[in-house]
């Protein structure tokens, strides 16, 4: 089933404006704008707050890459299907090689579901519906990781996962410290 999605998601349902913009989608330097906007928008409005969110949101991102190297990669070592043997005549490589490393679980797909996991438990009393554009956003980085060749629908899945627990997580411990308010009703510091 794993296999069959994938060839459905990296060749079937291929088009040429997918295959021109989800190399640069899953790549982490073209989302370097709108970390930087984000973390200078928490810190300049919620000062002391934004700098332990920036810490959280940093550990999250550490736990989340770690767990998928240390816990997973390194204990099951599956291969990605690019790099399969058995498998590459099926793959649509769209990127320029083959991620070196294992497979299961995505390390882009923790990292963005964590980041995202956290922003919307942290944020979402103050950006209500909007909060979802972030879940998306993590969804078409874990889409891309499939729709380029370099991971299984399974990867991606499991490690969207990791990042949602871990993410959830640190995002519910920020909140029992230091919960972000209206910007109108936050104390000074």
Not at 24 to 29: G, I, Q, S, T
Not at 115 to 130: D, E, S
């Amino acid at each position: 089933m794993d296999r069959w999605l994938f060839i459905k998601i990296n060749s079937a349902w291929a088009n040429p404006f997918f295959d021109a913009v989800m190399p640069w989608m899953r790549n982490p330097l073209t989302w370097v704008p709108l970390y930087l906007f984000l973390l200078v928008f928490v810190l300049m409005n919620f000062k002391v707050r934004g700098m332990w969110w920036v810490l959280l949101l940093l550990v999250t991102v550490a736990l989340t890459d770690m767990t998928g190297t240390y816990i997973f990669k390194h204990n099951l070592y599956r291969l990605r299907p690019c790099s399969d043997p058995d498998f590459i005549i099926h793959v649509r490589l769209l990127l320029n090689q083959c991620a070196a490393g294992y497979s299961f679980t995505s390390n882009h797909a923790a990292n963005h579901f964590g980041m995202a996991a956290f922003f919307f438990v942290t944020f979402r009393q103050i950006l209500k519906n909007w909060i979802w554009v972030g879940i998306a956003w993590a969804a078409v980085i874990c889409y891309s990781q499939v729709y380029v060749g370099v991971h299984y629908p399974t990867d991606v899945l499991a490690g969207a996962l990791v990042g949602l627990v871990f993410g959830t997580g640190m995002g519910s411990i920020f909140n029992k410290q230091f919960r972000f308010v209206i910007f109108d009703n936050q104390p000074a510091e």
